[in-house]
């Protein structure tokens, strides 16, 4: 009884402390949760958003997940979002117009994997020959991905019928990812799932994935027996950018139509967090990307009935993941 009242606490605390802010700024925390539960999951349009908001955050906390499991620290899933997504508008865009689904969809599907795969071997490549830290290279490599996009929208892939907005002409019908009935759920949130069931399968049921984990857990030990340590990372590196690249594709595909320079913003970050909280564990990414998807869309309801900006749930995020360390931190040192 004593550890299951201390594991409620845990669970309750950073819902209590985002209470206490919320009563700081003059809102009443009971219809402000109210209003977030029933916009989340009220009815089915609910659901949908936060199966929508959650795909790209459980393929970005992916992104973090694999080179964690060999001892590396991704921060660049933002990045490699980024740059999947401009690949595969820029295929899509100049090359696919008229190209039947079957056929070009899959296309688009490796054009953002690689296109954050080329994103995840650069930092993977300078930790190699130049001993820089890939945690501040993915970092920096983010900013260098938003620039990026940036001209291209402003230059070579703006639409001429934008009207000076900055975003790229829209991919052809047949090239959009297919939804379910008359929702706006499409195809890519199975699409994550299947990559984190297939995440899971290789890391902890495959040869591959055992080797990983050795790195992981101790390098040098691994490099004593025999695993080559340095090109396992890089693997890690580039599959993780490749699915981080997939979540580009899918926001281009099955949301936007159309590249803009604000695309995937701040996704990146909120699947680094997703992943933190999981432990970098496959399946638990799903349920950690899901809630943090809830939280996401419930921001909106809390504009409208606190008056406070939706992105003070962001708040509410971090007080679930220092909980989180907390936790574990407890654990590790009973």
């Known amino acids: ?96 117009q008229g190209v039947p689904a079957w056929v070009g969809v899959p296309v688009l599907i490796l054009m953002g994997a690689l296109g954050g795969a080329i994103w995840g071997i650069v930092p993977a490549l300078l930790r190699q020959y130049a001993r820089m830290n890939e945690t501040i290279t993915t970092l920096l490599l983010n900013y260098v991905a938003f620039f990026t996009v940036g001209y291209f929208v402003h230059g070579p892939l703006k639409d001429p019928e934008s009207f000076n907005w900055p975003f790229s002409p829209k991919l052809d019908e047949a090239l959009r990812l297919p939804t379910f009935g008359s929702t706006r759920v499409h195809i890519g949130f199975v699409l994550a799932i299947v990559a984190a069931l297939v995440v899971w399968f290789v890391i902890f049921r495959t040869r591959v994935g055992f080797r990983l984990r050795v790195i992981g857990g101790n390098a040098i030990a691994a490099l004593q027996a025999g695993i080559k340590v340095n090109r396992m990372q890089l693997l890690a590196m580039v599959f993780g950018g490749a699915v981080a690249g997939i ?33 970098n564990h496959p399946l638990w990414t799903i349920g950690t990307a899901f809630l943090l998807g809830a939280i996401s869309v419930a921001g909106n309801a809390l504009e409208m009935t606190s008056g406070l900006p939706s992105s003070s749930v962001s708040i509410l995020m971090a007080f679930i993941l220092l909980t989180v360390l907390a936790v574990g931190r407890g654990s590790k040192a009973s």
């Open 1 to 96: 009884m004593r550890r299951f009242w201390i594991g409620l606490a845990f669970v309750l605390s950073p819902f209590v402390l985002f209470a206490l802010f919320l009563l700081s700024q003059g809102a009443n925390p009971l219809e402000s949760y109210q209003a977030m539960l029933r916009s989340a999951f009220g009815d089915w349009y609910g659901i949908g958003e936060v199966a929508i908001k959650s795909t790209p955050f459980l393929l970005t906390a992916l992104a973090v997940a694999i080179p964690a499991r060999a001892g590396l620290i991704n921060v660049g899933g933002e990045g490699q979002l980024m740059i999947g997504a401009l690949l595969t508008t820029w295929v899509g865009v100049f090359y696919l």
């Open 247 to 279: 979540a580009g594709m899918i926001e281009i595909a099955g949301i936007e139509g159309h590249l803009r320079p604000m695309t995937g913003f701040g996704y990146g970050y909120i699947g680094f967090l997703a992943a933190w909280m999981a432990w």
